[in-house]
């Protein structure tokens, strides 16, 4: 999967980039949502893990984690890092996720931090498509979104969270959580958005 969209300028970055993931704690990146993520052992996966901060947290809380990255070098990096029993990485990328698919797995929680502003109007589409066919009845998905110039050398948009939820609704997938705050790297002209979608 690599070269799938929105991947432009994280291979060649690989390195410098997870130790800027790693910089910032799980806990502190996730504080707004983290009372909705279930009890242990839950079955989520992380869609975009990058060097695997998060889906390594959430292994080590007892959850079963599948940790998708299309790009190479960062799965690379994750398997480095972060090498846990019930942690699973796995080649796969929006919009079709079909290895996720192919799984046949429903999962408890789908997370996307900083993953959906670089898809395009038209990937975003099939990607909610795809995020619904993966979760299961009473499943949530939790995603991140970044507001702020495009770096240099990356395929980003700017998308507000009306339009994520207007796409979920679409599914039958509601809003339970939504937060908005600074940029836990300093960057005063960057905000995020945090957002919770479950069945409706």
Excluded: C, K
């Amino acid at each position: 999967m690599t070269g799938a969209s929105g991947t432009q300028g994280y291979g060649e970055n690989a390195a410098a980039l997870a130790d800027q993931y790693e910089s910032i704690a799980f806990a502190d990146v996730h504080r707004d949502v983290a009372h909705l993520i279930p009890a242990a052992p839950a079955l989520i996966v992380d869609i975009g893990a990058g060097s695997g901060r998060d889906a390594a947290a959430l292994a080590r809380m007892g959850h079963r984690v599948v940790a998708a990255e299309p790009t190479a070098e960062l799965r690379a990096e994750g398997l480095r890092r972060h090498a846990l029993p019930n942690l699973e990485w796995v080649d796969d990328a929006l919009p079709g996720l079909a290895v996720l698919r192919g799984m046949g797995r429903e999962f408890d929680v789908i997370m996307l931090t900083a993953v959906w502003m670089h898809l395009d109007a038209d990937e975003r589409r099939r990607g909610m498509e795809a995020l619904a066919a993966l979760l299961a009845p009473r499943g949530q998905i939790l995603m991140s979104l970044r507001h702020g110039p495009v770096p240099p050398g990356r395929r980003m948009f700017d998308v507000p969270a009306r339009e994520a939820i207007e796409l979920a609704a679409a599914h039958g997938l509601a809003p339970h959580h939504l937060t908005e705050r600074e940029d836990m790297l300093g960057r005063a002209d960057v905000r995020w958005s945090f957002l919770g979608l479950r069945w409706g």
